[in-house]
């Protein structure tokens, strides 16, 4: 079963740093987008940063300068380095992905992670 696995979420003071990680895992015919969305309390989701399907990078504005969206193709993980962190950071971290499974009918669809929590408190 396909799913993804998040991981690296925290509490962190203002101006700190973390590093997210998605792993996507299961048997898996190809990933044709992925990256990271945050949802904090009463809002609604937003995209943080990407991967499109064309290779390119999508970075909302608030974070444009402060996060960098990476990714190890041979161990289906995207990263989100985060860099000097804001309280308005603080949100649920959800990674999601446009993947195929491997087994038929090799259905494309879209997937999302658990979430992982990242608090920027003093």
């Known amino acids: 079963q396909v799913q993804l696995v998040e991981s690296g979420g925290g509490l962190v003071q203002p101006g700190g740093s973390l590093r997210l990680s998605c792993a996507a895992s299961?048997?898996?015919?190809?990933?044709?987008?992925m990256g990271w969305y945050r949802q904090a309390p009463g809002k609604q989701r937003e995209l943080v940063a990407a991967?499109?399907?064309?290779?390119?990078?999508n970075y909302a504005d608030s974070v444009k300068g402060r996060f960098t969206i990476s990714r190890d193709n041979a161990k289906n993980t995207v990263y989100l380095q985060m860099n000097s962190l804001k309280p308005e950071d603080t949100a649920v971290y959800f990674c999601?992905?446009?993947?195929?499974?491997?087994?038929?009918?090799?259905?494309?669809?879209?997937?999302w992670g658990q979430g992982t929590q990242v608090t920027v408190s003093s």
């Open positions: 999601n992905a446009d993947m195929t499974p491997a087994p038929w009918p090799r259905v494309r669809r879209n997937y």
């Open positions: 299961g048997s898996i015919f190809s990933i044709n987008a």
């Open positions: 991967f499109t399907s064309g290779g390119s990078t």
